[in-house]
């Protein structure tokens, strides 16, 4: 696919601002940990971007390995996220954000 | 317009779209099913930039394993429909103005330098990105770091399993 980098750096870009605005506007537990994983995603799209920008050069290739690691930590972070919000419903019958709040001091 | 800037345009606007769509459907598995397709639409993306072996990760890993279970969690737990915005009153405006201020800082960012990366136009062997040349790198440079992965994800499946088993003690 023959398209600027720049344009594909500009998508990532604002698949990451989403995610924030995500994290930033919604209650639901679940939600802002969905979009946390779509900030995740804009960041491989931008290592995957720039690997096809360097593509001829041998080191090239490396960004991909990057993310193929982002993507098996991104699964251990979604299985323990995913255990401690199913914990903390448990606890307090809940997943809006607001009202776990014990720590508050 | 080419056919690959269409092809790309194409794609970027459904990624958007469905992102957008996640941050405000009310209703969570509308949510995890919105990001289902983003995750699609990011994966032919990769596809069309010379990445087929992360393409095909990306659809089974995060398409897949992820996003099932975050369904299975959100059928558990039972869906509820939200507000937006917090208790206070000013959250959701300036949630979106902090949005609108980095998104503009970006486009600032990318209009100052993005000179230097509008380069695309190599042609690339069909080897580059495949499953057997990203194996090769991964089994002999990037060994360790392998190695340590498997362990990671040993650690969070047995994490996993003690956060939401009920012990002896009550709580977590």
């Known amino acids: ?105 | 317009m080419t056919t690959d800037l269409a092809l790309f345009l194409g794609i970027a606007a459904i990624s958007i779209l469905t992102a957008v769509s996640m941050l405000l459907s009310r209703d969570t598995i509308y949510s995890a099913l919105f990001l289902v397709l983003n995750f699609l639409a990011v994966a032919t993306l990769y596809l069309l930039l010379n990445a087929a072996f992360i393409a095909m990760v990306q659809v089974t890993v995060y398409a897949g394993a992820i996003m099932v279970l975050f369904l299975f969690v959100i059928m558990l737990l039972g869906t509820s429909h939200d507000t937006l915005g917090g208790p206070y009153r000013w959250q959701l405006p300036v949630a979106i103005i902090l949005g609108l201020g980095l998104i503009t800082e970006l486009a600032v960012t990318l209009m100052a330098r993005g000179e230097s990366i509008s380069n695309n136009a190599a042609s690339v062997s069909e080897a580059f990105g495949s499953p057997a040349s990203v194996g090769k790198l991964l089994f002999s440079e990037y060994l360790v770091p392998f190695e340590v992965t498997s362990v990671l994800l040993l650690v969070a499946m047995v994490g996993a399993v003690i956060l939401t088993r009920r012990g002896k003690q009550e709580g977590l």
């Not at chain 1, 979009?35 to 491989?44: G, T, V």
């Open chain 1, 1 to 105: 696919m023959n398209v600027p980098t720049s344009y594909i750096i500009a998508l990532s870009g604002v698949l990451f601002s989403l995610g924030i605005l995500g994290v930033l506007i919604r209650r639901n537990t679940i939600v802002i940990f969905m979009s946390i994983e779509l900030m995740l995603n804009s960041a491989n799209l931008a290592f995957i971007a720039f690997a096809r920008m360097m593509a001829p050069a041998a080191e090239a290739l490396r960004g991909q390995v990057i993310v193929f690691f982002i993507i098996a930590v991104a699964a251990a972070e979604v299985a323990v996220g995913l255990a401690l919000i199913v914990a903390i419903f448990r606890n307090k019958e809940t997943v809006n954000i607001d009202e776990v709040n014990s720590l508050q001091g």
